[in-house]
């Protein structure tokens, strides 16, 4: 059986915003936030910068997982 991204989207990340802050998003991949920050600056991590502070889209999230889940394997 299959699982669609919007199933996942909904069911994985329904205790999140559509829009994360660095705590959320360091929480949701298990990492702190410092290496999130690392994430980020480095590139690896699509980011949208609101005044002095960064959020990360949860499609963006998603998006990552995928392509570092693939990498490793």
Known sequence: ???KANDVYRI?????PDVLNVKQ??????IST?????LIKSGDLSHIKVGREFRIPKVVLM???KV???ATV
């Open 1 to 3: 059986m299959e699982i």
């Open 25 to 30: 998003a360091s929480e949701i991949l298990g």
């Open 12 to 16: 994985v990340f329904k205790a999140y």
């Open 68 to 70: 570092f889940g693939a």
């Open 63 to 65: 998006k990552y997982i």
């Open 34 to 38: 410092k290496t999130m920050y690392k």
